[in-house]
Structures are given as structure tokens and as C-alpha cells.
């Protein structure tokens, strides 16, 4: 098992550039499922998740070639099994997402259930509820979940979420593509990678509407075919390198950072006194001698993104006074605050908001990855602590962070992975 060793206290100065969104790729892969000919997605991140997604494809039939530019031919799948199965679901909770594009263009699929996993209990019932409302029957047995087109296609209906969720609005609005009619969808995901989803829909021929807002209309079509389509920079990458050069008081130029997407972000880091400067090529972000103290709430899209919760904890650490970070997105999604006190933070969590007493300085030593994001604020806070600060279980990084340790060097960033560590 890999581990990151990272000797804290270098600014982190020069330039790195932001590549495509894990986020908006997977529902992207999925969607290629939907076409009758191959796609091809150009600007594809380097993510274990990404692979992840192209064994699952190819497990359904599809042909998958290519790494950093893919191409998916969807034209074999008829033939396969038309599962998802446990192995793969359960590393990665994205794969619920092909339900909605097999059930469309094939009429049935089925898919493990994902079950709980580190950041809370996380079920899939809004994408059943919406399938079903779609004409879908639904049934659960051994673990999966069946759905099926009675007639083979999909009916077109009205349907508002109870909640906000993202992969539940893609899956809901890929199956409404190919639905007979048109169909209204309420209470809608607004996040960048559905707005993604909905543009990549209406290349292939769908016709989609108001993606972004909270209502999304589709007029279900009879056939889509294969696109050729760039995946968008990703903003949560953006956000966590900016908090990097913030933390560090470093001077960096993200290349590509998604500025568009990324409002709710900025205006905490500038809150925090870190200054983000728009340029032609992104943005430039300084960390000040004096970060303040803040308070943030996650949200969904346009509020702020539970994805840089943790990241922002190392912020709120640096800067002198009391910080609060509240989590309304998920359930149980501090665990990077025992291993951020393990570096020395002050941080007390009670209900879903942690308390951070910042100003008091971090000294390395070794810390737990537990998940994707969490891991990347332990990076963060190892770079600015004093000594070594070893990282393990590293997977969850890889997840969705392109060899980190490659990416953050050229700025000085004093990290290297050691591989044939411990767990
Ligand atoms: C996506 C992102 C993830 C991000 C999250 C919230 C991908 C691949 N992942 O995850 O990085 O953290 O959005 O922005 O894009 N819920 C239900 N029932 C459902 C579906 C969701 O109760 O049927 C709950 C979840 O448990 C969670 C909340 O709704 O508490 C939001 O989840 P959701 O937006 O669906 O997250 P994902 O799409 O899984």
C-alpha cells in the first residue's frame, strides 16, 4: 500500500493547471451507454474512479479504449448481462448511475445496491422513486436492485425530488431521454456536472431544458448517438489547490480553474482574506500573512460544496480566532477531524458543525486517509506543518486526485509516495 510523505512548511509558488472534473466524467461515461455509436471524451482525469467506471463499462459489453482521451462504443452491450455488480458498486457509489441509461435504451437493468460507506448511509431511493415514476417496476432481491420498461420503453412524467441529489437528477434525466413524452423534473440538482450531463444529452440529439434551475424538462426522442465531447476542468480540484496556496501563503496561477462554478468558494476563501485574482487563464491565488477566521455551511449548487468542507477545515485551522464548518449534505463527514487534531488543530465537532479554535500551529506525524476529500485536506495540512507528516491509505486520494504528489512538486511542495507502506 502506497503512503505520502510530505515535509511541511514550503509556499507553494508557479503555476499548475486544473484537469477534467471526476464528477462531471463518470455520469459522462455512463451517458455513452445511452448512444447508439461510439463516443469519444477527451480531458479525462487519471482517477482509480475513472477506471473503475471503464471496467464497469466493459463488464456491460461496451469496448473501451484509450486512457487520457477515450472512446466507448456502446454497440456490444445488448448482448451482456445488463449488471452492475457488487464488487464494483461497492468501491464506487457512481455506478448506480448507469441505471438510468440501461433501462432506457435496453429496457432493464440490474444494480447493486451500494449500501452505507465512510461519509453516511447515502441510499439510492429518489433514483427508484423517479425511475418508477417513469413507468418503471422496481424490485429489490439478493442485494439489487431490478428495474425494468414493462413495454421496453420508458414513459415520460412528472417528478419532484424530496431532496437535492445529483447522481439521482442524471440518472432520473438519462432515463427521461429516451422516455415516450416529455417529462418534468422538480426539485433538481444544479450542480455544474448536471449541467455538464444535460449538454453532453442534447449533443447526442436529446432535448433537454433548463438544466441549472430547479426544474429540468425533457422531450423524450427515440435515439441518440455517439458525441465527441471534452470533460470540464474540475472545481473541486481548483478548490483544494487554492486552499493549498492559501495555507502555505503561497502565490500560485491555477490554469483552467473553473472560475464560473466556483463563486460560493471564492467568496469564503476572500472572506478568509486570501486573495483570488481572475486572470486570462484562470485564477491567482495569494495567501495572506494573516488568514481570518469564517464560517461556512455546505449547500447544494450554488451554496457551498460539501466536497471542500474538509479542505476548508485546514483553512479555518490556519487562521487565528474561532472558524465553523457545518455539514448539511452528509451524515458523519468529519472523520479528517480526529487525524487534523492528531496534527495539532483545536477542532470541536457537535452535531453536524465543527468548531474550529485556528491560530495554534500543526507538527506532522502519521495520519489516516479515510476518504477522498478527507484525505486531501490531510495533504494540505501536511504541507504546512512543521516535520514529516505521512499519509496512508492513499487510495482514497487516488480516487480522485491525478498523482498528487507529481502535480504539487514543480511549486515546491516537498511530498513524495512511498510505495509498500503500512495500512
Ligand atoms: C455527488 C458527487 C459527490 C458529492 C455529492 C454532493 C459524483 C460522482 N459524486 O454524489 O462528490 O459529494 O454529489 O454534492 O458526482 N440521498 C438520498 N436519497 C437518494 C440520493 C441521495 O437520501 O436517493 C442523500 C444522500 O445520502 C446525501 C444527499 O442526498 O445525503 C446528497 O447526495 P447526492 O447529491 O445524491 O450525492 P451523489 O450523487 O452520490
Known sequence: MDKIVIHGGTPLRGEIRVLGAKNAALPTQCAALIADSPTTLRHLPQLSDVQTMNRLLC????????????????????????????????????????????????????????????????????????????????????????TRAPSGRLTGARFKFDLVTVGGTQNVMMAAALARGSTRLENVAREPEVVELALVLNKMGARIRGAGTPVIEVEGVDSLSGIDHAILPDRIEAGTFMVAAAVTRGDVLLRDAPLDHMHSVIESLESAGVICEPTPEGVRVIGPDELKPFHVTTRPHPGFPTDMQAQMTVLAILARGRSTVTETIFENR????????????????????????????LSGTIVMATDLRASASLVIAGLVADGVTEIRRVYHLDRGYETIERRLRPLGARIERVTGAPS
Not at 353 to 359: D, I, P, R, S, Y
Open 334 to 361: 468529519f472523520m479528517h477531524v480526529p487525524e487534523l487534531c492528531r496534527l495539532g488543530a483545536d477542532i470541536r465537532v457537535s452535531g453536524n458543525t465543527a468548531e474550529v479554535h485556528g491560530g495554534t500551529p
Open 59 to 146: 463488464g456491460l459489453g461496451c469496448e473501451v479504449t484509450g486512457e487520457r482521451t477515450l472512446i466507448i462504443d456502446p454497440t456490444g452491450v445488448a448482448k451482456g448481462s445488463l449488471e452492475a455488480s457488487y464488487e464494483l458498486v461497492k468501491t464506487m457509489r457512481a455506478s448506480v448511475t448507469v441505471m438510468g441509461p440501461l433501462l432506457a435504451r435496453y429496457g432493464r437493468a440490474r444494480v447493486s445496491l451500494p449500501g452505507g460507506c465512510a461519509i453516511g448511509a447515502r441510499p439510492i431511493d429518489q433514483h427508484l422513486r423517479g425511475l418508477e415514476a417513469l413507468g418503471a417496476e422496481v424490485t429489490l432481491s439478493h442485494g439489487y436492485v431490478e
